[in-house]
């Protein structure tokens, strides 16, 4: 049994957004396109859900969570792993301070808690060198004891299906992910390439998966199990925009 609709939860109205990414200051660059490497890295763990058939005992956004920490922690150095992260747990944080009810009945647990999840699981990745990264996003200490711990178990449950898909080294990169270009900011789309090429180097998936860069008529991020192809939302990378802009990043 599979979601039909899989996504990040950013139940808010499109913003009247028209500037693209190559106009952000440094700051709010970084935030949008840390934000979108997450998020193409959560969709990609409904995708494997879907395709390996995994067992997931708990909320299934709770475990594409996971891998997006576990992905951003494990591909990237450091630099760019906490871009990453710290874009993400961000835009969760923004996003619970934008004054929308709490939706207890959505398949995503509360902005907040994703937010501490993310600055938890991060931390935990690399405590001795990420005590300032904790701090900086206030990670209570009775919460940061316990992150090591859970950063472990993330990574060697998705690490044993991770392991699965792992090309041998000297293979042929995969060809299973590829990107549709569905009219976007062709920088969000050369991005997502970019990352999609690096994935297809690393990982073999069973099956095929096209990711859209397209307009969706909502602020979102999909995986569809029926077609196999996730959907990065046009409106998603604009509202990211906003956000970059009204957090003065
Ligand atoms: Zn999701």
Redesign the pocket.
């Known amino acids: 049994m599979r979601h039909l609709i899989?996504?990040?939860c950013l139940a808010v109205a499109p913003p009247a957004c028209a500037q693209g990414i190559a106009d952000l200051s440094p700051g709010a660059r970084d935030y949008v396109e840390g934000n979108i490497l997450g998020t193409l890295y959560?969709e990609m763990g409904?995708a494997l859900i879907d395709q390996l058939d995994l067992p997931v005992l708990g909320q299934e956004?709770d475990a594409?969570d996971m891998l997006a920490v576990v992905l951003a922690h494990g591909l990237w150095e450091e630099d760019y792993a906490r871009r990453v992260a710290a874009a993400t747990a961000l835009s969760f944080l923004l996003s619970s301070q934008e004054g929308n009810e709490t939706s207890y009945w959505d398949v995503h647990g509360p902005d907040e808690q994703r937010y501490y999840n993310t600055v938890c699981l991060f931390y935990g990745a690399n405590p001795e060198g990420r005590a300032d990264f904790a701090e900086l996003f206030e990670l209570p200490e009775d919460r940061a004891a316990l992150c090591p711990e859970e950063f472990t178990l993330a990574d060697e449950s998705w690490g044993a299906f991770l392991y699965e898909i792992e090309l041998e080294e000297g293979a042929d990169p995969a060809t299973a992910l590829t990107v549709s270009d569905g009219g976007g900011d062709p920088e969000i789309t050369v991005l997502l390439q970019d990352e999609i090429t690096d994935l297809n180097a690393i990982y073999a998936l069973p099956e095929p998966v096209v990711v859209h860069h397209e307009p969706c008529g909502e602020v979102n991020a999909f995986y569809f199990p029926e077609t196999r192809s996730i959907s990065i939302c046009t409106e998603y990378v604009d509202y990211l925009i906003e956000q970059a802009i009204g957090a003065e990043l």
């Open positions: 899989l996504g990040v959560h409904h956004e594409a």
